[in-house]
């Protein structure tokens, strides 16, 4: 997949935007294509901050929050590999 990072170790995992926007908790718009090459210790069980549909109590926080998650994301496996999502880990304090 190519080099991440300032040591150059390869990435094994990306995450994709397949859609005209995609929704991200930060301050950039975020479109179709944009594409984020990543390494992760284990690919075989990518950690993932976010998958599937956003927590009503996530969504009451950050309003513009979509239903889902918009991002599609894969890994770099040996064929036959069997991958098992960590995750989700959502970042956000409930008050």
């Not at 929050?65 to 956000?92: C, I, N, Y």
Request: aromatic share 10%; glycine share 10%.
């Amino acid at each position: 997949l190519g080099r991440c990072g300032k040591q150059g170790v390869g990435c094994n995992v990306f995450v994709h935007c397949p859609t005209p926007l995609c929704w991200a908790n930060d301050i950039h718009n975020h479109t179709f294509g944009e594409c984020w090459l990543k390494r992760q210790l284990d690919p075989a069980r990518p950690r993932s901050p976010a998958l599937g549909a956003y927590p009503p109590p996530y969504r009451r926080k950050h309003r513009t929050a979509p239903e889902r998650v918009q991002w599609q994301s894969g890994a770099l496996v040996p064929a036959g590999t069997v991958l098992a999502v960590d995750g989700p880990h959502w970042r956000w304090r409930r008050r």
